[in-house]
């Protein structure tokens, strides 16, 4: 489904002045409704309405009763998820969302986002100010991702690593016969793998990945095709990475931990996210990067378990032609015993929350 | 709901793995055997042991009220895991 900025102002001038509640359907999505959505997501960029999003399973858009007037105008609140598995919810002003990022005019962006997350909202902000068109599939799933982002005949794409892995396990030959120009990276790693997945797909496009938190929005981002960060990219007058390694952004503590190796930051993972096994700490993500270097791997997710002995182990899932057994053996001669994950899976399409990332905890 | 003699296959061949085949369970001698003191096992692969067990029976070692004195055994891990199913 696609829609140009104008058909989304068009809409949002029939929106009613005031406080508002979406529900967003986790199945099928209708033009209209998607319609109605950007349009309310305009109208609070506008500052006529504080939006309330959430996801469920239907399609529901009513007014908030809000007789004081206290819900303030122009903010959009949102129920996340994150990867912890932990619901939170959280508020900003749409303003503030808007990335310091210009995009051409002219472009159409795929979002490849679950409607309800930060990321999808702050990737139709930037759409919305730059007047530019949007591709939104009917259903969050690889193959409508595919055939919608084809159909629209998309110019950029927007999406989380993992979401970007699914839709080119779906169909590879289509994604790559789809004109993309710009792919942009964001809401979790973006390894080397996955760079060089999207440069193989689109070879001449410009490969962006980027950092943001539900706190601050867009922070940095990087297009040299690399994995991780230039140091100047990260740090600055507003940000530091303290002793042990976590970024604080105008002085308070983000929870999540980098690595400094050479001149780049590498992201080794959230605060909220390490296993405590047995006393040690080890960091999910810095296990997958090593597991998804075995021949015979596909992909991999490593995951917490709580666990009655021990507080947590790790939990492996992988796919590829490499076989259990071979790939415990593997590990065995590549990581220290207490990274190797206790509960191994193999598994033909890694698990992805429903904020289109791999979980963390389970 | 499986029964224990399809536990304790199951355990005989993820112990195998684990121990990259230093244990093999398949006689009966070791089953009474302790897996850490007697076999050579350490916390972690007891912990691999009993995670993938509980994987594979969809159940859930309750937090905080295991006596783990009792549970030193192939055996006694696999009746108390056994056990587990249904409850």
């Not at chain 1, 490969?207 to 990087?222: M, P």
């Not at chain 1, 303290?242 to 930051?265: A, I, K, P």
């Amino acid at each position: 489904m696609k829609f140009s900025t104008d058909e989304i102002k068009l809409a949002s001038d029939s929106v009613s002045f005031g406080a508002w509640h979406i529900s967003l359907p986790t199945g099928s999505l209708s033009f209209e409704n998607a319609k109605s959505f950007l349009s309310h997501v305009l109208a609070a960029r506008q500052g006529k309405i504080f939006l309330s999003l959430s996801e469920a399973t239907g399609f529901d858009c009513n007014p908030i009763s809000d007789p004081k007037n206290l819900l303030p105008k122009g903010f959009i609140e949102l129920q996340t998820s994150g990867t912890t598995g932990e619901p939170k919810r959280h508020s900003f002003s749409a303003e503030s969302r808007i990335p310091k990022l210009r995009t051409r005019t002219d472009f159409c962006w795929g979002v490849g986002y679950a409607l309800s997350k930060f990321a999808a909202i702050s990737l139709i902000l930037q759409v919305l100010e730059f007047e530019g068109s949007l591709s939104i599939p009917e259903v969050f799933d690889p193959a409508d991702l595919v055939s919608s982002f084809n159909d629209d005949r998309v110019d950029a794409i927007s999406t989380t690593p993992s979401v970007l892995r699914l839709i080119a396990m779906s169909n590879l030959a289509k994604l790559k016969q789809i004109e993309v120009k710009q792919i942009t990276l964001g809401g979790e790693h973006s390894s080397q793998a996955i760079i060089d997945l999207a440069i193989d797909l689109w070879p001449s496009a410009s490969v962006t990945h980027v950092y943001a938190t539900t706190e601050d929005g867009f922070l940095f981002s990087c297009s040299d095709r690399l994995e991780g960060f230039p140091a100047e990219k990260i740090l600055s007058e507003s940000r530091f990475i303290d002793e042990n390694g976590e970024l604080f952004v105008w002085g308070r503590g983000t929870g999540d931990f980098w690595e400094r190796r050479d001149d780049r930051f590498h992201f080794k993972g959230r605060v909220a996210e390490v296993a405590n096994i047995g006393g040690f700490k080890v960091w999910p993500i810095e296990v997958e990067k090593l597991v998804a270097k075995v021949p015979g791997v596909d992909d991999a997710r490593v995951f917490v378990v709580k666990n009655s002995l021990l507080g947590h182990v790790l939990g492996l899932e992988f796919s590829g032609t490499i076989e259990k057994n071979e790939l415990r053996l593997a590990l065995r001669h590549l990581l220290p015993k207490i990274q190797i994950p206790q509960l191994i899976q193999k598994v033909e399409i890694i698990t992805m929350g429903s904020s289109g990332k791999k979980a963390r905890i389970e | 709901m499986k029964s224990l003699s399809e536990i304790q296959s199951f355990m005989s061949l993820e112990l195998l793995e684990i121990t990259y085949g230093q244990v093999d369970l398949s006689g009966n001698a070791l089953w009474d055997k302790a897996l850490i003191s007697e076999l050579g096992l350490d916390s972690l692969d007891y912990a691999s042991l009993m995670v993938s067990v509980e994987e594979w029976l969809s159940v859930k070692v309750p937090e905080g009220n295991v006596d783990w004195s009792s549970l030193k055994s192939a055996r006694q891990l696999a009746e108390f895991l056994h056990d587990l199913q249904g409850q």
